[in-house]
């Protein structure tokens, strides 16, 4: 018998671009991307046709006839071309592999897309061809995070894009109005307050911070201003402070204010922040998304037309995830669950022994019953975390000295990791501050942050034994 071959007309025929659900991204450039289920035939291709063999000119006519099988075979537009156009299209331009079958989702590395003719791009731009325009509007590696942290989330949709602050800025700016007021917390990320407190004004937009916990604070923004949007990490970063979730929903859905939780810490394995009321969620997936600290990404998630607000500012500033990033994203939250899970557990038995521990003055973990927050976490969590922040008796000095005494962490910021991570906040985060800015804010010189991997516990628990000897 003989073997069985690929041709040309065949190989045009094996794949069908991703595509969603609904049509309410239509008006959105790269929306069909989304939204327009795919027209292209598509046929089963078995393993033994994936190899591609030349066409020899007597099975093509000069008007593209078909082949033995009867598929129509394209005559060859490189016949008679020079070498050096040869290098450019050689191999590729009868059509790319479009491979149905692979196991793990293939990296689509590539800026932009080509259609067959004008009639095949017609009917892209009129939402008739779902495929992809150009690579800032979508591409099917990222797509394909997206609908996976869609599902994790419970969420209408998703978009994935080159870093937390990046999914975070492009939220506030899309979503927050020239004039508009937001209310956050007092505690959150660094670059967070930064671009609250330094870049929004410059739009006439002004905030209201308040304590986590201070929903009185959360009820006088809301009759005092017009308030657009309600943002918080949950837990916060570094003293994991949570927010009640449905109830400040409850206070911020009559003003119609957006409610965006910034589940980093948290994860969808230990928070439905969405469930719980959140009209958006936020996750930097450089941290346990991914879990391998080898990729930067940021995603949001939650209310189809929210989203599509987010993603059409995104579309404009452009800060696009490479589709490489995607693939390690994408293989890194396989394994989320099982990850989570065991530094949860790590975490706790960490946080426990650290509270116990004489040169230990406060330990910050909402699964403590010492925490002020513990009672609004075991409410809306099922797992704590792997962040631990804790405070050393002593001042700056000390507490370098037992984050140079560790031998297991390394000294790094970001968290989420299979390695372990420490860190001192006062000089990762705020050195450039100064003393009286870094207690304005709350941030202590013998504040310790440390990020469980999933080494094992007593491992960690003997490297902090003997760290605590040295100082």
């Known amino acids: 018998m003989a073997p069985l071959f690929l041709t040309v007309a065949q190989l045009q025929h094996t794949f069908c671009p991703l595509s969603t659900r609904g049509n309410h991204l239509a008006h959105l450039p790269g929306s069909q991307a989304r939204s327009v289920p795919c027209t292209r035939l598509s046929r089963a291709v078995s393993r033994q046709q994936t190899v591609v063999r030349a066409v020899s000119e007597a099975e093509v006519m000069s008007n593209g006839t078909t082949s033995g099988d009867g598929a129509s075979i394209e005559p060859d537009r490189l016949a008679g071309t020079r070498l050096s156009t040869k290098t450019v299209h050689g191999g590729e331009r009868a059509g790319r592999p479009r491979v149905s079958d692979s196991l793990t989702t293939p990296i689509v590395q590539t800026a932009t897309y080509t259609f067959q003719d004008t009639a095949e791009l017609i009917a892209y731009q009129e939402g008739r061809y779902g495929s992809y325009e150009y690579g800032r509007y979508g591409n099917p590696t990222t797509r394909a995070c997206e609908e996976k942290i869609r599902e994790l989330e419970g969420a209408e949709d998703c978009l994935v894009s080159s870093s937390g602050m990046n999914a975070a800025t492009t939220m506030l700016l899309a979503l927050v109005p020239a004039g508009g007021h937001i209310v956050t917390t007092t505690d959150c990320y660094r670059r967070t307050r930064q671009f609250i407190q330094t870049v929004l004004p410059k739009m006439g937009i002004s905030a209201t911070v308040i304590d986590p916990a201070d929903l009185g604070a959360l009820e006088r923004a809301l009759e005092e201003h017009n308030v657009s949007l309600f943002f918080s990490e949950s837990p916060t970063n570094p003293y994991l402070r949570c927010v009640d979730v449905p109830r400040i929903k409850q206070l911020c859905g009559p003003k119609g204010a957006v409610v965006v939780v910034d589940s980093t810490f948290a994860t969808p394995i230990n928070q439905q922040a ?58 890194g939250m396989k394994t989320l669950e099982i990850r989570v899970e065991r530094q949860n557990r790590t975490a706790l038995e960490i946080a426990r022994r650290l509270e116990a521990h004489p040169l230990v003055t406060r330990v910050h973990y909402p699964g403590l019953e010492s925490h002020p927050d513990h009672a609004i976490a075991l409410a809306q969590m099922t797992g704590y975390g792997g962040v631990v922040s804790f405070e050393i008796d002593g001042d700056l000095w000390r507490t370098a000295k037992f984050i140079d005494a560790v031998k297991l962490p390394y000294i790094a910021p970001s968290l989420g990791g299979v390695e372990s991570l420490i860190e001192q906040p006062t000089v990762v985060s705020y050195w450039d501050q100064g003393a009286e800015k870094r207690a304005q804010v709350g941030i202590k010189d013998n504040l310790i942050r440390f990020s469980c991997g999933i080494e094992s516990v007593e491992d960690i628990w003997a490297d902090f034994d003997q760290a605590f000897k040295r100082i």
Do not use: Q, W
């Open 274 to 331: 969405i469930a719980l009321g959140a009209d958006l969620v936020i996750h930097s997936a450089t941290k346990y998304l991914a879990g391998h600290n080898d990729v930067l990404a940021g995603a949001i998630a939650g209310k189809a037309e929210l989203v599509a607000a987010v993603r059409a500012m995104h579309n404009v500033l452009g800060g696009t995830i490479d589709p490489h990033a995607s693939y390690l994203l994408l293989r």
